[in-house]
């Protein structure tokens, strides 16, 4: 493992993404990508008697989902990085507590999922571990729940608000002779540009997205067109377009090869989504269901991937704080 | 220029870049919707008097109607719907009050009835009702003493 510049690691023993599994909800399973997904669920309890459970749910069978694809058992996975947005992170330690995996459960918003691969793959790299799993979860109802409104309340969103995602996506990293490999890292530093309205995560993020693309091509040398592709996690249709236009303005043109997970997921005009998908699943399903599979096809063999979070509560929202944002970048090789 | 130069810049930028909201439909949607919701009360009313009851006694038969319709409608489903279409339309009228009373009420249904639908049955409607009140009562006051 080595450093590059201020915040890079490339990765010597590169771990290999042996299999990834994702599950969504209903909206999902009627947006562009459904058919990418490996099981999407029509009822958002999923048969258990609250959203914070069937959350939990999703999670706990995404994981064991991911862990046959890739055929092993969870007593060969060291260690298990996981992270969704309810208090204390309980989607996730809820949905691994019966697995008997060692457990590491981590917050960093909508990014938490790419935080889980960064973390999972220098774990990897350092020779000790045979195989980790990273996990994300997030629910439309548990989301709205606990960071806005009741569901049935009769209120408009606006339109730079986003549509948390309902769903998990899990991938598991171990050793093999084949991709896609992560190759480096680049956790980001917390950005913070005075966004204070919690109805446009997109502009609150886009800076800390900016400044972790800044530094992975600083540190590495690469230039944008190095890669086929540039995902971002959930900054949505207004996120997308100011990050475009501020790379811009930093010399870097991603016009091209750019896009964003939260525009990928729904379609805007016919299930009336406003700016996007969002949430720790947003990223976490798309990756898993969509850019694997793409990335085995050979349609993209270099990939970088990052994943955005605004790092909010409804507390520091309602006492009139900004929003302060954070992005995490892998670099993903065949 | 620069808009991640400093936070009012980037602000300034983001508030240019954003769609806004299509106030004029809004505008006409909130008046047709509420207009009607009004003149569905109007209805009741009068059906009320023409069976023979007293001013007071109708208008609080209105109020009962049109909750107990709002409360079914939030219950169904429903009204949130009309609420995404017609915004203050069906805020405004006493159906936007009993919706915000209820929906908390289902939503925390989960946490049980003492914590969770009880505790958390006003977290919507708890301002309206502190400064509805308390603006009820200095309004009280003054017409007690100067009036």
């Keep these: ?225 190095y890669y086929d592709a540039i995902i971002t996690g959930d900054l949505g249709y207004l996120g997308k377009e100011i990050l475009i236009d501020l790379a811009k303005t930093k010399g870097y043109d991603i016009a091209s090869n750019y896009n964003d997970c939260g525009v990928l997921i729904f379609d805007k005009k016919k299930q009336d989504t406003h700016s996007g998908g969002s949430g720790c699943a947003c990223i976490a399903t798309v990756f898993s269901g969509y850019l694997y599979k793409m990335m085995l096809e050979g349609n993209i063999k270099k990939l970088l991937l990052i994943a955005t979070g605004a790092l909010t509560n409804s507390t520091t929202s309602q006492q009139g704080e900004s929003i302060p944002g954070i992005a995490h970048a892998v670099s993903i090789e065949m | 220029m620069n808009p991640t130069d400093s936070p009012k810049e980037y602000n300034e930028y983001v508030t240019k870049k954003a769609p806004s909201s299509p106030i004029l439909k809004d505008c006409f949607n909130a008046f047709w919707v509420g207009g009607l919701i009004c003149c569905i009360g109007q209805l009741i009313f009068f059906y009320c008097k023409y069976k023979g009851l007293d001013q007071t006694s109708s208008s609080t038969i209105v109020s009962i109607c049109l909750i107990a319709l709002a409360v079914f409608l939030s219950a169904i489903n429903v009204f949130n719907r009309i609420g995404k279409f017609a915004g203050a339309g069906s805020l405004i009228p006493i159906t936007g009050f009993a919706n915000s009373i209820v929906s908390p009420a289902m939503e925390y249904k989960s946490e049980g009835y003492v914590m969770g639908v009880g505790a958390k049955m006003f977290t919507v409607a708890g301002p309206v009702l502190v400064y509805g009140i308390s603006a009820s009562v200095i309004v009280g006051l003054i017409a007690c003493f100067f009036i």
């Excluded at chain 1, 809820?94 to 999972?120: K, Q, W, Y």
């Design chain 1, 1 to 225: 493992m080595k450093k590059l510049g201020k915040q890079t690691l490339q990765l010597d023993n590169k771990p290999s993404i042996l299999n990834t599994a994702s599950i969504v909800g209903p909206k999902e399973m009627n947006g562009p990508l459904a058919k990418y997904f490996d099981k999407c669920v029509e009822d958002e309890f999923w048969g258990e008697a609250s959203w914070e459970k069937a959350e939990s749910k999703f999670i706990k069978e995404t994981v064991s989902t991911a862990l046959g694809k890739a055929d092993i058992s969870s007593q060969d996975v060291d260690y298990v990085f996981a992270g969704d947005l309810l208090n204390q992170c309980i989607s996730s330690s809820f949905g691994i507590r019966d697995s008997n995996m060692p457990f590491f459960g981590l917050f960093g918003a909508c990014s938490t999922f790419v935080e889980g691969l960064c973390l999972g793959s220098v774990f990897m790299d350092s020779g000790a571990c045979k195989n980790i799993l990273c996990a994300t979860s997030s629910h439309f109802c548990s989301a709205e729940k606990q960071f806005r409104f009741p569901l049935e309340l009769g209120n408009q969103r606006t339109p730079t608000s986003q549509w948390t995602v309902t769903g998990s996506g899990a991938a598991v990293l171990g050793k093999r002779d084949s991709g896609p490999y992560i190759t480096h890292i680049t956790p980001g530093m917390i950005v913070d540009l005075g966004i204070k309205d919690a109805n446009n995560m997109g502009a609150a993020m886009a800076p800390a997205a900016l400044s972790t693309l800044c530094a992975h091509f600083e540190d590495t040398g690469r230039a944008p067109d």
